[in-house]
């Protein structure tokens, strides 16, 4: 499955992950591609949100500050 990264409300990148993904792989998954580690550099994360929809990509959102 494709999911889309939010990062500060803006799409930043995608990623393939497994379809039964919980939120944590789903974590550590998007934390290792290199346009969000490029985005988070130096700050840390607020939120981690995971937005699942049937038959609709995934979207995960990271508020940083």
Do not use: H
């Not at 990264?5 to 792989?25: C, L, N, S, T, Y």
């Not at 969000?36 to 508020?63: C, D, M, Q, R, Y």
């Amino acid at each position: 499955v494709e999911i889309a990264v939010q990062i500060q409300g803006k799409p930043r990148a995608k990623a393939m992950v497994p379809p039964d993904a919980d939120e944590a792989a789903l974590r550590a998954i998007v934390l290792e591609l290199p346009k969000v580690k490029e985005e988070l550099a130096g700050k840390s994360i607020k939120k981690f949100i995971v937005v699942k929809k049937a038959n609709v990509n995934n979207i995960v959102t990271i508020v940083a500050g």
